[in-house]
């Protein structure tokens, strides 16, 4: 696609608004805010997005359109640990890449706003279906137990992979996160994830 000047002020708004409404939430970002923020004229906002709800929803497809990878793990013939680790590997890389990601999901996920059910919901139950029906894979070749509930084993592995991540500013102290470890870092949550921790 030839990049216009059209879609550089398009760009350069979602791009200016994504950090403002990752630390301030919908409603704490006003237009002015976000058109100053873009170097760009306050009408440009209603211009592309029909006015600071749709921008908003611009940003959030953008966000959460990350998590689509995940769902070709249905495409790929394999082991379902080893897709579980795909399903790691392209978590990590996806904050590594989408550091506001985090915010976002929290933001929707304890006050969501009008976009949630058309764009965050659909992205997450996407994720939480692919893990459950490659749970259900491993189940059908009698690799896991079938006494577990899929739901608390995949939420369990999306917990772990998620929290880590989320819980980085309060515990950057203890918890080496540096991304020079998410090697380790996935290899651990395999590990504990497929064996648990008693010796």
């Known amino acids: 696609m030839l990049t216009t000047p059209e879609n550089d002020s398009r760009s350069n708004l979602i791009a200016a608004s994504t950090p403002l409404f990752a630390e301030k939430g919908f409603n704490g970002v006003g237009v002015r805010e976000i058109a100053k923020a873009a170097g ?58 989408n550091p506001h990601l985090l915010r976002f999901y929290t933001g929707e996920l304890t006050n969501p706003t009008p976009c949630f059910e058309s764009i965050v919901k659909p992205a997450i139950l996407g994720v939480v279906q692919t893990l459950l029906d490659t749970f259900s894979m491993g189940v059908e070749q009698r690799r896991f137990r079938e006494a ?3 739901a608390d084993a995949v939420l369990a592995l999306a917990g772990m992979i998620n929290f880590y991540f989320l819980l980085e500013p309060a515990t950057g102290e203890l ?4 991304p020079e470890r998410d090697e380790e870092l996935i290899r651990h949550i395999m590990e504990i994830f497929g064996k648990g921790i008693l010796r």
């Open 40 to 97: 760009a004229n306050l009408s440009m906002i209603s211009y592309y997005f029909g006015g600071k709800e749709g921008l908003y929803a611009a940003v959030l497809n953008q966000q959460f359109d990350t998590l689509k990878p995940v769902l070709e793990l249905k495409e790929i013939d394999g082991d379902p640990m080893g897709k579980f680790e795909l399903y790691l590997r392209a978590t990590v890389a996806r904050y590594r890449m």
């Open 175 to 178: 918890v080496d996160q540096a």
């Open 148 to 150: 577990l509930n899929p």
